[in-house]
């Protein structure tokens, strides 16, 4: 089993910047795909960005250019931060875990889940 726990959330201006943890413990590996994806109220979980092992990244069109996704093997924490934030960011967002070492935007082929951490944009 794989336990993923984010932090860095909070309340933020438009505008602004933050940056996401997600600290991964029990059975963790270099090899697995790591993720993160949000949920805004009323909507479907989205997904925001991904790195393999290698460290190649893909992002979602809505944060390109405003988001860097990261690794930290001998943390075991992968990063996401994210800059130039809108209200439109505002949501839930959780790291996720893939056994498989490629990336995929699809969240039903991840294998762990961390609970969470709340993002609030205020215009």
């Known amino acids: 089993q794989v336990q993923l726990e984010e932090s860095g959330g909070g309340l933020v201006q438009a505008g602004g910047s933050l940056r996401l943890s997600c600290a991964a413990s029990g059975r963790t590996s270099s090899s697995y795909a790591m993720g993160w994806f949000r949920q805004a109220p009323g909507k479907e979980r989205e997904f925001v960005a991904a790195i393999n092992w290698s460290g190649g990244t893909y992002y979602a069109d809505s944060v390109k250019g405003r988001a860097t996704i990261s690794r930290d093997d001998a943390k075991n924490t992968v990063y996401l931060q994210m800059h130039s934030l809108k209200p439109q960011d505002t949501a839930v967002y959780y790291c996720?875990?893939?056994?498989?070492?490629?990336?995929?935007?699809?969240?039903?082929?991840?294998?762990?889940w961390g609970q969470g951490t709340q993002v609030t944009v205020s215009s």
């Open positions: 996720a875990a893939r056994i498989i070492s490629s990336i995929t935007t699809r969240a039903e082929w991840y294998n762990y």
